[in-house]
């Protein structure tokens, strides 16, 4: 009995000497590892991704773009009937294309024609859960059979009730004071409406500048986000044509803000020397004016130089120009008179 004893004390004392304090660690941590990660998992819901404020904006400005053009094509094949007449059912059109637009892209899981060259797609964020591995982010569920149907009566059957909506009450002069109060009543609510709807809208501008996340309340409301459809492909527009429209745009304001400082007369004078038929220019030209190349109704004279001028010409541009010099000769006009008349002072003596 006492060997017995002494033979368990003897081995747990060998097994409390075999295992060392570093050896508990690990065999803590390999036992908490699972654990650990699976934790870890279900915590995370999803990788943090950024998409593109200006792909967002530019997306929905390519939307409307390709809504006008088709609206511009169908319009062209009505323009043989009474004129006026697409005028007044112009909000059913654009109801009719937009659910045209609407039916062949979000009904179908597929991003509307503005998304898809701006590499973009709507995920219903409700549902997203991490489920396995996510490598992107970027990954999702599309919209449901119900978001997608709000979609579509809120675009669609909210933007035609409201049009219709305004132009009736414009129509029947809600606004007048004159009406009955129960009109006057409802137009005072559509504009509160539409005064909430504005606040509401910028609101959501300013949250979207910030977070980078639902352009309109629409996809707020729907928790409709706009991601990545590839990882590997941002935009698909190429960058040419915007390119060249903007050096086309900054060239004409350029010329804008040159041409007025430039002094026609001036370049005119100096390129005069370079032309042909100067001598049969110069003496078939002295009795008109040198301006509008007409016969002056009321001449008066450039002084010192004394050429003829239309009175409205001369005035015009010694008003435009202290230093106006005269376009025939190149000298400075410092009066002007009327032909045969007194001299009435433009510019003064310096």
Not at 172 to 188: K, L, P, T
Not at 251 to 264: D, W
Request: with cysteine.
């Amino acid at each position: 009995m006492e060997k017995q004893t002494l033979d368990s004390s003897s081995t747990a004392s060998a097994s409390s000497v075999a295992v060392t304090p570093e050896d508990a660690w690990v065999q803590t941590y390999q036992r908490l590892q699972p654990q650990w990660q699976s934790f870890s998992l279900s915590q995370q819901s999803t990788i943090p991704v950024s998409i593109s404020r200006v792909n967002q904006v530019d997306a929905a400005r390519l939307d409307i773009e390709i809504s006008a053009m088709l609206k511009e094509q169908l319009v062209k094949v009505f323009s043989l009937m009474k004129p006026g007449m697409l005028f007044q059912y112009e909000p059913e059109l654009d109801a009719f294309l937009e659910f045209l637009i609407w039916r062949f892209s979000i009904w179908v899981d597929k991003p509307t024609p503005g998304n898809g060259l701006m590499n973009l797609r709507y995920r219903d964020e409700r549902t997203m859960e991490m489920r396995g591995k996510v490598r992107t982010g970027l990954e999702g569920p599309g919209l449901t059979v119900a978001q997608k149907i709000w979609y579509c009566v809120a675009t669609v059957g909210g933007q035609y009730i409201w049009a219709r909506l305004q132009s009736f009450s414009a129509f029947r002069r809600w606004g007048d004071s004159e009406q009955r109060s129960v009109a006057r009543r409802a137009w005072i609510m559509i504009q509160r409406i539409e005064g909430l709807y504005k606040a509401a809208s910028f609101s959501n501008l300013l949250i979207f500048l910030f977070t980078g996340r639902y352009r309109n309340l629409i996809e707020r409301a729907l928790q409709a986000r706009l991601v990545y459809g590839s990882p590997n492909m941002n935009r698909a527009v190429s960058f040419e044509y915007m390119n060249r429209q903007l050096v086309w745009n900054e060239f004409s304001e350029m010329l804008l803000l040159l041409l007025p400082l430039l002094n026609s007369s001036s370049i005119r004078n100096f390129l005069r020397p370079f032309s042909k038929n100067k001598s049969s220019s110069s003496e078939g030209d002295e009795t008109a004016c040198p301006i509008c190349q007409a016969s002056p109704t009321i001449p008066f004279l450039a002084l010192p130089c004394e050429h003829r001028y239309c009175y409205y010409c001369l005035r015009t541009r010694c008003a435009a120009a202290s230093s106006f010099r005269c376009i025939r000769c190149s000298e400075p006009v410092v009066a002007m008179q009327r032909h045969f008349g007194s001299v009435s002072n433009v510019v003064p003596k310096q």
